[in-house]
């Protein structure tokens, strides 16, 4: 098997600009990638490719491999799912929170195809055992997407339930997940700008700036 | 053992407002628990307290205790967990998701306590194997602490990673995923109210009204 993640880190997480600024965004995507490629290598997945629109130096340290294409999301894994003959995992780059339990637990499971579902019905990995017949649909209501498409294609399919798998970094209360729940190098970038502040409601996000 | 539902139906769900009015919010955190209660049930929970400040006389067909204590969350459960000689499982009322897989689960493990955590540091389910020595502190970073509660007292912890059981249902956003993921009642009066609204960036909850 292998895993792939799609990255870009140019102007990337333009919704948690209220907290942090484009450079510490940067940073922090590339943090986070970091993460989920140790968790990954944690749970003995060796071959890694990160989909990407142009090969980033200084992730040459990570021994993953890049494969490079200047299409949308949606077009380029699937030209990339097209030609795998051995099942792929595809996984986000903005979920810090990933464990290698988990990985090994979706990696092992019979299913044709298993759906980690985001928040607000996103996919946020999706393992496919028969890559070259299968198609991704991400943006919108993606996990329907995916259920569908696996269910069209008589795969059999499970739905893998996870917060910490559901919990993509996208908007400044989202930190607070990595804050509670985070280990790693987001997980030390977030401690070193954030602190969280507790009222009897709910727990929010504090810049230590 | 024994589940407990703390429980309050007047001016529930405040943040729901933009999208139910008070009376629909009532209606819709009743379906709720009715969902939390089936699932309990189904898992083979037998003995269900529900804690309120008042009895409910709409209530009455589902075969439940009621503990009625006016004292705040912390106070009332508490009082509740001092005098209980076998395991109890505290599951919010606003968690239509729950499936009964994990409840059987969750009250399977061998630990002293098992915390299910919600988004932004809740506790949405905490099974303690041995309540009379154990205290709850709800609200703000409740996750946090009672973790800490649990190590001070030198009971064996779980962290149960659920993304069905950590969705408490707050905020209009969040009654998107009882559509995605959602069954029973609760969900037939969702699909009643709303659809969805789906574009490239996330999925949309509009109003049928």
Redesign the interface.
Known sequence: MRAAIPYKQENAKSRLAPVLTQTEREQFVELMLRDVVYSLREAGVKDIDILTTAEYSSLSDLDVNFVIDPSDLNESINKYLERMDQPVLIIMADLPLARSE?VKEIISFEEDVVIV?G???GTNVLFIREPAEFHVRY???S??NHCSIAKDMNHSLRIY??????TDIDEP?DI??IL??GRGLSFEYAQKKFE?E??????KLTSLR
Do not use: I, T, W
Not at 161 to 166: K, P
Not at 198 to 203: D, E, L, N, Q, T
């Open positions: 988990q579902p928040k607000g019905g943006y919108g209501m996990f329907c339930d996870s917060f910490l798998l559901s209360h607070v997940e509670m729940h969280l507790s009222s009897r409601a709910r727990v």
